[in-house]
């Protein structure tokens, strides 16, 4: 059961009214190379990322809500049929910096990040999943992290009576504590797929090629320089047919 109590986006700031906590991170690393395994019975060949909700790809919400909060630089981490996303972008986001980074083989989240974290250009880039809409202030999450020169800065988001998900643990001060398997909990706060990132972190790591982001990495640094913010805004994440369709009925009204 969830035991810790992280900031909240919106108090925390009001506390500290320090400006330089809004700084804002405009590099991101979008993971996009699920098979989408399990969305296979409604969406068939093609990237989970591509996945159309109300006739539009989903990963165009993810780009046009990230350009509108001021990131300018894309590292899109694909591999299962890259060449969808790769020419959807390019033809409807032709004017965006972009890169792509292709797997040639499953390298796990962890080596994902990695290989993408090599054609970043700034200290600290943002992360999210493809599949995964989670509507926070970047400018918060990216102050945040920056202000506690932190490692990584995972966006929490609260919830009630769920078993899809692990908990996170915090201690007062934001640090994380602890991570909790798959199990139902009455109320917590789950990893809300979005990451404010120091790059070297990973890249110095000495980690494999292929690793897992969660297991091999956030659960092995716990008490440390690990950070998270909750955030109680709206959260989608269309990996299983159930909340696919509700994406479908909530995406563009909540937008």
């Known amino acids: 059961t969830y035991t810790g109590k992280p900031y909240y986006a919106g108090p925390y700031y009001l506390r500290t009214g320090r400006s330089s906590v809004f700084r804002m991170i405009k590099e991101v690393i979008i993971l996009a190379g699920g098979l989408g395994t399990?969305?296979?019975?409604?969406?068939a060949d093609v990237?989970?990322?591509m996945a159309p909700v109300n006739g539009i790809p989903f990963i165009s919400y993810l780009i046009t809500y990230l350009q509108k909060q001021g990131v300018n630089r894309f590292i899109f981490s694909l591999g299962?049929?890259?060449e969808i996303v790769t020419a959807y972008t390019n033809t409807h986001f032709a004017a965006l910096e972009k890169i792509y980074v292709i797997e040639e083989e499953p390298l796990g989240t962890g080596g994902?990040?990695?290989?993408?974290?090599?054609?970043?250009i700034n200290e600290n880039v943002l992360v999210l999943n493809g599949d995964t809409f989670f509507d926070i202030d970047l400018s918060r999450l990216s102050g945040f992290h920056l202000l506690h020169k932190a490692t990584c800065t995972i966006a929490l988001k609260p919830m009630s009576h769920f078993s899809r998900y692990g908990a996170v643990d915090t201690d007062a001060k934001g640090i994380i504590t602890a991570f909790h398997e798959k199990q139902?909990?009455?109320?917590?706060?789950?990893?809300?797929?979005?990451?404010?990132?120091?790059?070297?972190t990973i890249l110095e790591a000495g980690l494999p090629e292929k690793f897992s982001f969660e297991k091999d990495f956030l659960e092995k640094n716990t008490g440390g320089k690990l950070y998270a913010i909750a955030f109680d805004d709206y959260f989608i994440?269309?990996?299983?047919?159930?909340?696919?369709?509700?994406?479908?009925?909530?995406?563009?009204?909540?937008?």
């Not at 399990?38 to 969406?43: A, D, E, F, K, Y």
């Not at 994902?112 to 970043?120: E, G, H, N, P, S």
Request: net charge positive; with cysteine.
């Open 38 to 43: 399990r969305l296979q019975s409604v969406v």
């Open 47 to 49: 990237p989970k990322c």
């Open 80 to 82: 299962y049929k890259s």
């Open 112 to 120: 994902a990040i990695a290989a993408a974290c090599k054609r970043t």
């Open 184 to 200: 139902f909990c009455e109320s917590g706060f789950i990893n809300g797929g979005i990451y404010a990132l120091q790059s070297k």
């Open 237 to 255: 994440d269309i990996g299983i047919p159930e909340d696919y369709e509700l994406a479908n009925h909530e995406l563009v009204s909540k937008l």
